[in-house]
Structure formats: structure tokens, C-alpha cells
């Protein structure tokens, strides 16, 4: 169905490079404007990333999407695109599917019908482009007007380029950087890559704690984060921590395993209230019984026991535990959900998506040094971007 033969293809107005969330998007729109589009793609199924994407169900977008859940050199950037598409856009996109959606937290959507449903969607809004799977991008040269598109099966010309090819994080799927590739031989400057939303390994925990998964807050500088996190065999992941892993990098972070008490109120209250308790039995009131043991360091006596200066290193165990920034290792990116760093955005068009130092050379999507938070922020990035690329390239 989509696989046509290079050679007896034509000349394309615009080629996107990678049928990925961002360049399918882009698609839909180029090719409603008249152009005669063709989306490449390496892989042999198109948005593969879309299709794994929030665990099957693909978390679609998110109602808080604007500038402040956006990271990057320039995360300002993100505002052109932002105004042009909406979370209430796509949710009427999913709804002109009869995509139902569903809200996980406030504002967070998913989509109930699955995430295949919703690349089997994009690709049907593509379908007035050539979707061309099994082709591998190897390069884009400047050829006067038009642009040379090398790839594996051949080359082809087009007026203009969109590069739509994503992130190298979770290569399990089939990733490149070729996105990075071309912007470079463009001139273009490339923010190193890391991983983001990601887990981190780290030795401060037990490892006994492996499974547990409790709210906590994170603080970074004057960022707080209140979300789950899970102790992993060789650190700590879950979502307090992923959202933690796409912030910058200047500061320490700050865990609270009990962040919504006054742990030294609670546990000097608890002397009068069940002074004959273990110390152990009273702290697992509110946490697991392997991190209430962790916290009490082999102390076996009762509550009432307990003096404060006792009960102060307790809580402050519980409720400052530095992790600093030296010492974050993110746990890599074949694991990895997204990329932190990119193509710099100083040289791209906010308001088109234009390369500023090659006309007609255009970026979408995560390539870009844009990375959005946990809960849909990263795919309404690829809509919007995709959208606004679409529409002028
Ligand atoms: C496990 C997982 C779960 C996720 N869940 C969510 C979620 O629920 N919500 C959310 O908002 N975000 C989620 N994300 C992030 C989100 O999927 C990405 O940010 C988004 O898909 C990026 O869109 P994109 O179009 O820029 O790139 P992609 O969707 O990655 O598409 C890029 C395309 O380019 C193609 N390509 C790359 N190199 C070449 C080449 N050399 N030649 C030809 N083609 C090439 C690739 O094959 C790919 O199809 C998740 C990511 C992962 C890994």
C-alpha cells in the first residue's frame, strides 16, 4: 500500500523527512494545500513511536500545553506554534475520527481507543501524500532551487524539505540523527543530546525498595514537582522523576518521600498518641514497611522513646535527600521517552518553521531543541509544530 517504486516517481513540492507524529501532521496539511508531497519514512510501519506511545493508549495531548511545560535553549519558542494549535484542536481532530478520549489526570488525554487507532488516522489524513516506508534518508543536498534527497533506494528532488525525523532516544523502534546531520551541513547548531524523562541510576536507596512506588516531591532550584515515584533495581524512575530528568541541569534535586506532613509535628504527636508503638510500626502508617524500617536504622524502640533531636534526623532522612547534579546519571537512551537538546531553535522561524539560513528548509517536531514535559506536552509539540510546518513549506 505504500511502498512505491523510486523510479517512477516524480518531483515533489515538499518532501518530509520521517512519517513519524510530526511529519504526518505536516502531510495532512501540505498536501490539502495542493502540494505534491511525499513523507519518507526507514521504518516499515509509519509512527512507531505514536503507536507505543503512553503505554498503548497514547497520552494525545494535554490541556496545560503552553510555554512554562516546555524545555530547551529556547523554550519561548514555542509559542508561534502553541497559538496556532490547541489541545481543543486535536481533541475536535480525534472526535472527527470518532476517536473517543479519556482523561487520566485533569487535562491529560488519552486515547481509549488505542494509540494504533491514532496513527491509523494520521495515515488516512495523509493519504494525499506519497507515504514511502523502507526508505532511508542518508542526506539532503542544495541543487540551485531544489533540493536532493539521497536516500537508500535512490534520490529524489523536491522544491522544499521538511525534517520531521524525531528524537534518537528508544532505538529499539529505529531511530537516526540525520535530522541533526542535515541541520548541521545547513549550518545549523546542534544542542548536545541527552536523555529526558528517563529514570536515573542512583545507589543512595536499598535496593530492596525495588517496586515501591510512592508520592513524593522533587525540588530543583525553585521548580517543585508532586508525582509518583518508582525505585527501580538500579535507582529511582516513575513519573516524579521523569519530569524531574527534562528540567536544566544547573541545580540539585531535592526528594521528599513524605511531602505532605510536618514529619516532626506528626512523629512528636505520635509520642503522645501511641507512645507504646515500635517506632517502625508508627512511621509505617504512612509509608511502606521496607522504607519505615529504612528511616528508623535499626532503632527498636517505642515511640515514646524517641527524643527529638532522633526524631529531627529521621525526618530530615525522609524528607531532604540530595541528589546533586553531578551525580545524575540518566539510566540511557535506548529507554529513554525523549531527547533533551537537538536542532538550536535561535536559527528556526517560530512563526513557520523555516530554517532562517536555508529557504525552503523546514524543521517539525522533536528533532528540534524542544522538549515538553510528562503527560502529552512532547506529541502536541509534533502536532503544532508538524501543523505550522505543513502550512508554509
Ligand atoms: C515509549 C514512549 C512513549 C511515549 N509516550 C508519549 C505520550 O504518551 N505522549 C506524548 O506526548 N509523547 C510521548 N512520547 C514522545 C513522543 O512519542 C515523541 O516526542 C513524538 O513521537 C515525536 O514526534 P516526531 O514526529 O518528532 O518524531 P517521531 O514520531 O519519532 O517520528 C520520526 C520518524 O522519522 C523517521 N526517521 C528517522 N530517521 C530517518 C531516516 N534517516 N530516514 C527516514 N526516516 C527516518 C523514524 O523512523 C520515525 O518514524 C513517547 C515516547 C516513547 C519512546
Known sequence: ???????????????????????????????????????????????????????????????AAARDRYFGENPDFVRGALSRVSPNDI???????????????????????????????LVHDANGADILLNTYVDGVKQDGNKFIIETNRGNLTSQSVIVASGGTSFDAIGVSDIGLTIAKSFGHKIIPVRPA???????????????????????????????NLLFTHFGIGGPAVYRATVRNTENDWAINLLPDI????????????????????????????????WAAAG??????????????TISSKLSSITVPVKDIKYHGLQSAEIIRGGVATND????????KLCQNLFFAGE??????????FNLHWAWASGFVAGQNA
Open 1 to 63: 500500500m505504500f511502498l512505491i517504486k523510486i523510479s517512477t516517481m516524480k518531483t515533489y513540492d515538499t518532501i518530509i523527512i520521517g512519517a513519524g507524529a510530526a511529519g504526518l501532521t505536516a502531510a495532512r496539511i501540505a498536501s490539502a494545500r495542493g502540494r505534491r508531497t511525499a513523507v519518507l519514512d526507514m521504518g516499515a510501519a509509519p509512527a512507531r513511536k505514536v503507536a507505543i506511545s503512553g503505554g498503548g493508549r497514547c497520552n494525545i495531548t494535554n490541556a
Open 91 to 121: 481533541l475536535e481532530w480525534m472526535q472527527g475520527h470518532n476517536l473517543p478520549y479519556i482523561q487520566k489526570t485533569p487535562g491529560q488525554y488519552f486515547c481509549a481507543a488505542g494509540a494504533q487507532s491514532v496513527v491509523d488516522a
Open 197 to 227: 524523562l528517563c529514570a536515573i541510576e542512583l545507589k543512595i536507596f536499598p535496593t530492596e525498595f525495588a517496586g515501591i512506588s510512592i508520592p513524593v516531591e522533587i525540588r530543583i532550584g525553585k521548580n517543585s514537582i508532586s508525582d
Open 262 to 293: 510536618d514529619i516532626v509535628e506528626w512523629l512528636r504527636s505520635a509520642r503522645k498518641t501511641d507512645g507504646r508503638r515500635k517506632l517502625t510500626s508508627v512511621l509505617s502508617q504512612k509509608l511502606p514497611g521496607r522504607i519505615a524500617k
Open 299 to 312: 532503632i527498636d524502640k517505642n515511640i515514646a522513646d524517641i527524643n527529638d533531636s532522633t526524631i529531627r
Open 348 to 355: 528556526i522561524s517560530s512563526k513557520t518553521m523555516e530554517s
Open 367 to 376: 528533532v528540534m531543541d524542544i522538549a515538553g514535559d510528562l503527560g502529552g
